[in-house]
């Protein structure tokens, strides 16, 4: 058996979490020859989510010196760096995304190094996404491709797969929903080999932290920024 890190990002998820975690396919992950280790970063919440978690059984780090999904997910990487898992998938939880997905994004994984789970070629159920949303993840998907060439048609899903050698060469200084368009910038630049499955994508359960125009903005200058320069300097967000 091979272990797999399964990374959920959480700030103030009390009702959606536990869904998440009870739609987590272990049997068909062990039947496809994973052992399955749950890991949550949380970016501080307030209410009853890292009881939750930890009551469910899963590892929980505690983002105390810096909130934000992306500062969350590079400590997230970095743990699990530690651990001898093969592969790690992140799927957000909001209840948006479906876990039983997750044995599809892994069979892709046998022949490529990233698999991204796919919206805009999936089935967005009615009210899951604005129309402001919608338009602007089309734009920055069209953005991303037209930079950097690679075929993909979703940039900011929150679901992907990774090969552990894919996450060990990640290079990354994004803080907040900037994140994922900075992991596919960092991949696409070192060569690795990209795919994408058709996700399901549903209403958020709870409150948005997203803000459309302020994080859209960050995802498309992190975009240009890394085309130009690929890898972060230290002494600033660029
Ligand atoms: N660790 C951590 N997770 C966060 C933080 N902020 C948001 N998240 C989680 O990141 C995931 C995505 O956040 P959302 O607010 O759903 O943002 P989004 O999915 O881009 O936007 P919506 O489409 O409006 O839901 C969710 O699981 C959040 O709980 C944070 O500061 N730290
Ligand atoms: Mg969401």
Not at 12 to 37: H, K, M, N, R
Not at 81 to 92: E, G, P, R, Y
Not at 160 to 184: C, D, G, P, T, V
């Amino acid at each position: 058996m091979r272990g797999l890190t399964i990374l959920l990002p959480t700030l103030d998820e009390e009702d959606a979490l536990l869904g998440v975690l009870e739609d987590i396919p272990v049997a068909t992950l062990e039947q496809q020859g994973w052992f399955v280790e749950v890991l949550i970063v949380d970016g501080g919440s307030a209410d009853a989510t890292v009881q939750i978690a930890q009551d469910f059984g899963c590892e929980v780090i505690l983002q105390k010196a810096q909130s934000g999904k992306g500062a969350g997910m590079r400590m997230a990487f970095e743990k699990f760096i530690t651990s001898k898992n093969s592969a790690l998938v992140m799927i957000d939880a909001d209840g948006t995304y479906s876990a039983k997905d997750i044995p599809r994004l892994l069979v892709k994984l046998k022949h490529y190094d990233v698999v991204m789970g796919s919206r805009l070629r999936g089935e967005i159920s009615e009210g899951a996404m604005t129309r402001l949303n919608y338009i602007g993840n089309h734009l920055l998907t069209w953005l991303a491709v037209s930079l950097y060439g690679v075929p993909i048609t979703d940039l900011c899903t929150g679901a992907w797969a990774f090969r552990r050698e894919s996450i060990e060469q990640m290079n990354l200084n994004s803080i907040r929903f900037e994140i994922e368009a900075e992991m596919f910038a960092n991949c696409s630049n070192t060569g690795l080999r990209i795919t994408q499955v058709p996700i399901r994508y549903d209403k958020r359960i709870g409150e948005a932290k997203l803000g459309s125009v302020r994080d859209g903005a960050s995802i498309f200058r992190k975009l240009i920024v890394r085309k130009y320069f690929p890898y972060p300097h230290n002494d600033n967000n660029t």
